[in-house]
């Protein structure tokens, strides 16, 4: 086996697990310390949880800003303190919703929406979490946050009439939590609502198709594996350009310098004074994938068309 891993594992989080739970047994599976997640799942939710290992701890907060895409069941006539069946019943009221009137109160959630965090979450407060002071039977005013809802889809409401839930797909930005969705679908249907169950389905383009539970990522490992698995820290920013860097500047590479269009291996001698007077293939701002000639990753670069070069956006480059 390895001594070392870098890149991302798309890890499937089963129930009764944390996010953090994932991480120390993740740690413990591939022998190494430097791992984080990506965005923080609920210990009775299942799904996507992209774990970042080695060099690939430098994503997260890349990764973590990422859409991501729900599978979430909404129970109506109910709710509770943690917005989510786990918690404490709150009230409970009679449930007289027509399939019209739940489609068009799921509507006024698309688009931008000020989502206030519930009081169960790990956002801090004046250096305390939430969810501390929350378990201490405390409950403070919570700024609205602006998330983006790009799509919410009912895909099963055949038990809203008797059991009073419906199954939605949701698409949102980061920061959404899908139980103060539920929570406030179901305050403006009037009678109250909770999440039962959440999937998340996809971060970014990591999806559930793609991912392992933690017994068959040991497995992997196990079989010697693990490689198969292991998407390169490059993947997510596989719609950027590739340049490749002559052999004569590698040694300056390799030490984090910035480089110019004349380091390129990629760009013809009797192509860069074209590039140059035209200043049409990098505009300020163009981000680029780079490698060596032998096609080891380095990082990604930002051109700066002040100064005409590339500079260091995210560095993933290690020396043995």
Same mark, same amino acid.
């Given at each position: 086996?390895?001594?070392r891993y870098n890149g991302l594992i798309n890890v499937y989080k089963e129930p009764g697990f944390t996010s953090n739970d994932v991480v120390a047994k993740m740690r413990g599976i591939l022998k190494q310390r430097k791992i984080g997640?990506?965005?923080?799942?609920?210990?009775?939710?299942?799904?996507?949880?992209?774990?970042?290992?080695?060099?690939?701890t430098k994503l997260v907060e890349m990764l973590t800003d990422h859409s991501k895409e729900y599978i979430a069941v909404c129970r109506l006539g109910v709710t509770t303190d943690t917005q989510d069946m786990s918690?404490?019943?709150?009230?409970?009221?009679?449930?007289?919703?027509?399939?019209?009137?739940?489609?068009?109160?799921?509507?006024? %959630?698309?688009?931008? $929406?000020?989502?206030?965090?519930?009081?169960?979450?790990? /956002? @801090?407060?004046?250096?305390? *979490? &939430?969810? +501390?002071?929350?378990?201490?039977?405390?409950?403070?005013?919570?700024?609205?946050?602006?998330?983006?809802?790009?799509?919410?889809?009912?895909?099963?409401?055949?038990?809203?009439?008797?059991?009073?839930?419906?199954?939605?797909?949701?698409?949102?930005?980061?920061?959404?939590?899908?139980?103060?969705?539920?929570?406030?679908?179901?305050?403006?249907?009037?009678?109250?609502?909770?999440?039962?169950?959440?999937?998340?389905?996809?971060?970014?383009?990591?999806?559930?198709?793609?991912?392992?539970?933690?017994?068959?990522?040991?497995?992997?490992?196990?079989?010697?594996?693990?490689?198969?698995?292991? %998407?390169?820290?490059? $993947?997510?920013?596989?719609?950027?350009?590739?340049?490749? /860097? @002559?052999?004569?500047?590698? *040694? &300056?590479? +390799?030490?984090?310098?910035?480089?110019?269009?004349?380091?390129?291996?990629?760009?013809?001698?009797?192509?860069?004074?074209?590039?140059?007077?035209?200043?049409?293939?990098?505009?300020?701002?163009?981000?680029?994938?780079?490698?060596?000639?032998?096609?080891?990753?380095?990082?990604?670069?930002?051109?700066?068309?002040?100064?005409?070069?590339?500079?260091?956006?995210?560095?993933?480059?290690?020396?043995?």
């Open positions: 086996m390895k001594n997640h990506t965005g923080t799942l609920d210990p009775d939710a299942v799904g996507v949880l992209v774990v970042c290992v080695g060099t690939g918690g404490n019943i709150l009230c409970k009221n009679d449930v007289n919703v027509t399939s019209e009137a739940l489609h068009a109160a799921v509507h006024k %959630f698309v688009g931008d $929406y000020d989502q206030i965090p519930p009081m169960y979450s790990a /956002i @801090k407060v004046g250096g305390k *979490k &939430l969810y +501390e002071l929350a378990r201490e039977g405390k409950e403070i005013d919570r700024q609205p946050r602006k998330i983006h809802i790009d799509m919410i889809r009912i895909l099963d409401e055949s038990h809203l009439q008797d059991e009073h839930t419906f199954t939605m797909e949701v698409k949102c930005s980061k920061g959404t939590y899908i139980r103060t969705l539920c929570n406030d679908i179901g305050e403006c249907l009037g009678c109250g609502g909770a999440m039962e169950h959440l999937t998340r389905t996809r971060v970014g383009s990591f999806g559930l198709e793609n991912a392992y539970t933690l017994s068959q990522i040991e497995k992997l490992r196990d079989e010697d594996k693990l490689d198969t698995i292991v %998407f390169p820290s490059e $993947y997510i920013f596989k719609n950027l350009d590739i340049v490749h /860097i @002559k052999d004569d500047y590698r *040694k &300056l590479l +390799e030490n984090g310098n910035s480089f110019k269009l004349s380091n390129i291996a990629d760009v013809q001698p009797e192509d860069e004074q074209d590039v140059i007077e035209e200043d049409k293939l990098y505009q300020d701002g163009t981000m680029v994938r780079v490698y060596s000639e032998d096609e080891v990753f380095f990082g990604i670069y930002k051109f700066d068309e002040r100064t005409g070069s590339f500079r260091t956006y995210k560095f993933f480059f290690e020396k043995d």
